[in-house]
C-alpha cells in the first residue's frame, strides 16, 4: 500500500521576510512626511521656496523609492532553509 505522506507547502513569507517588509513600509512614510507640508496661510499668496524646495522635490521621492527597492527585496527574498537547499 501507498503510504500516505503529507506534502509540505512552500513557505513563501518568513518573518525575516514581513520585517524587511515592515522596514519598506516605514521608510515610504518617511518619505511621504518628508514631501509633506507647504500649506500657506494666506491663500492668496504662493511660497515658491517652500513648494519646490529640495526636499520636496529630490529626497523624499528618492526616499520613497528605496522603500519600494527594499519592498521588492523583502518579497523576493528567499528563506535561508531555501536558500541552503538551492
Known sequence: MAENKKKEMPVLFTKENFKWMLIGIVVIAIGMMLMAGGK???????????????????????????????????????????QAAN
Do not use: C, H, M, W
Not at 524646495?53 to 528563506?79: D, M, N, Q
Open 40 to 82: 500657506s496661510d494666506d491663500t492668496n499668496v504662493f511660497n515658491f521656496k517652500e513648494v519646490y524646495s529640495t526636499r520636496r522635490i529630490t529626497v523624499a521621492p528618492i526616499v520613497i523609492l528605496l522603500g519600494l527597492a527594499i519592498e521588492i527585496f523583502a518579497i523576493f527574498k528567499k528563506p535561508k532553509k531555501q
